[in-house]
C-alpha cells in the first residue's frame, strides 16, 4: 500500500492521478528525473503516459483562506 499527500490550491482535472502514475513510474525505475522534467517542458499531455483509475483517491480535507 502506498500513500501520498498532495497539498495545492487548485487542481486540473485528472491531475493527482497522473501525477501519481508519474511517481509510481519513477519509483518502478521506468522514468528517470530528467524524464519528468522532460515531460513537464514539452507541456504535452500525451507524454506523460497513463491516467491512474480513481479507486483508493480520496479527498482528505478542503481548507478555506479566511479573509481578513
Known amino acids: ?3 501520498f499527500i498532495l497539498k495545492g ?3 486540473l ?5 497522473i501525477i501519481v502514475g508519474v511517481l509510481l513510474e519513477a519509483g518502478k525505475g ?4 530528467a524524464d519528468v522534467k522532460q515531460m513537464f517542458a514539452s507541456k504535452d499531455r500525451q507524454t506523460v ?3 491512474l483509475p480513481p479507486e483508493g483517491l480520496y479527498l482528505w480535507e478542503v481548507c478555506y483562506k479566511e479573509d481578513n
Not at 521506468?30 to 528525473?33: A, D, M, Q
Request: charged share 15%; hydrophobic share 30%; glycine share 12%.
Open 30 to 33: 521506468n522514468i528517470n528525473e
Open 1 to 3: 500500500m502506498y500513500t
Open 9 to 11: 490550491n487548485g487542481f
Open 13 to 17: 482535472y485528472h491531475m493527482v492521478r
Open 49 to 51: 503516459g497513463k491516467t
